[in-house]
């Protein structure tokens, strides 16, 4: 089964909007991912968080973790229509060497 | 160069032809990924090798056959395949092989008639 389960399934918003996407996951983790895809392309790598950090940034990206509750959230601030795609998060469990991604978040930006 | 490029980006086969994929990096990237990626669905990890020798390979069948030539190369070799085995596969690279960020390529879009 997959470690992390992503929320919303899909999401569609206004160019200049924020969107904003959570991703739970089951068992610890070392570190927690985000990556970005273009259909039919590969992935992105966007932002790392490690599992004793609580946010990061990386220009328009704004990432959470609370290991917690076992969830992080991606914020994209003032979205673009180049925003448009699926953003998954992949997480590294504790005692494992290998990402596991999660079921991802189709993002429509709508100019 | 950060990147990974993979070979051919689309392919057909029949169900008795034998095929590989191809995938390089110039990054002094010692673990490198194959990932089978369905529409709408999440990549799924297929093999993993670090250092050119194995170190992953999670219950794929025995029609795929990875090869890691050398540390910048990694070939997926394919024989007898079905048509659900029709997907996405994607290549990757990382530093050590550590959980570290993935470099992705842009996959090879695979069609099995």
């Known amino acids: 089964s997959q470690q992390g389960e992503e929320d919303p399934q899909a999401l569609s918003i206004q160019e200049g909007e924020n969107a904003t996407m959570n991703c739970s996951y089951k068992?610890?983790?070392?570190?927690l991912q985000w990556y970005r895809q273009n259909s039919g392309r590969g992935l992105v790598h966007l932002i790392l968080?490690?599992?004793?950090?609580r946010e990061k940034h990386s220009g328009r990206l704004r990432v959470t973790l609370d290991t917690s509750k076992k969830s992080s959230s991606l914020l994209i601030t003032a979205s673009r229509a180049a925003d448009t795609a699926s953003y998954f998060c992949?997480?590294?469990?504790?005692?494992?060497?290998?990402?596991?991604f999660g079921g991802g978040t189709r993002v429509l930006v709508k100019p | 160069d950060t990147e990974v490029t993979q070979t051919p980006k689309h392919l057909v086969m029949g169900m008795t032809n034998k095929k590989s994929l191809k995938c390089e990096q110039h990054?002094?990237?010692?673990?490198m990924y194959w990932y089978k990626q369905k529409a709408k669905k999440p990549p799924e990890l297929m093999f993993v090798?670090?250092?050119?020798?194995?170190?992953i390979n999670e219950s794929v069948p025995s029609r795929f056959s990875p090869e890691c030539p050398n540390s910048s190369l990694l070939n997926l070799h394919l024989h007898a395949l079905q048509p659900e085995d029709s997907a996405l596969y994607l290549c990757?690279?990382?530093?050590?092989?550590?959980?570290?960020?993935?470099?992705f390529g842009s996959g090879t879009q695979l069609s099995v008639l």
């Open positions: 068992t610890s983790i070392n570190n």
């Open positions: 990757a690279s990382s530093q050590e092989g550590h959980g570290e960020k993935l470099f």
């Open positions: 968080i490690r599992s004793n950090e």
């Open positions: 992949a997480t590294l469990k504790a005692a494992g060497n290998k990402l596991t």
């Open positions: 990054m002094g990237h010692r673990a």
């Open positions: 090798y670090s250092y050119e020798k194995l170190s």
